[in-house]
């Protein structure tokens, strides 16, 4: 079993920044792949970054390549979500998932294990 837990989420003002987190603990594998998604309310969820924890391989939704890097602490088993350029849109709980094998998927029914979720929130 692998427990994940995401924080860093808060309230921030278009073109601002913010850093999620994700520590992972249990039965986490050099192997897994993660990734972080979102669910704005009313709305499904989608993929926004991923990263294969072994190589560093990382992937990216259309609509935050090059404002949103994924980055990882082996030494911490934590996963980063860096957002900038932050806009309204990209209001939504944000959750932290694994997967239990090597390669990046974009859906959610992919991923085993979940975190909680934090909520961004960015003012227009």
């Known amino acids: 079993q692998v427990q994940l837990v995401e924080s860093g989420g808060g309230l921030v003002q278009t073109g601002g920044s913010l850093r999620l987190s994700c520590a992972a603990s249990g039965r986490t594998f050099s192997g897994n792949a993660m990734g972080w998604f979102r669910q704005a309310p009313g709305k499904e969820r989608e993929f926004v970054a991923g990263?294969?924890?072994?190589?560093?391989?990382?992937s990216y939704a259309d609509s935050v390549k090059g404002r949103f890097t994924i980055s990882r602490d082996n030494a911490k088993n934590t996963v980063y979500l860096q957002m900038s350029s932050l806009k309204a849109e990209d209001t939504a709980v944000y959750y932290c998932a694994a997967r239990r094998y090597l390669l990046l998927d974009t859906r959610p029914s992919e991923y085993s294990y979940w975190g909680q979720g934090t909520q961004v929130t960015v003012s227009s």
């Open positions: 990263i294969r924890w072994s190589t560093g391989a990382t």
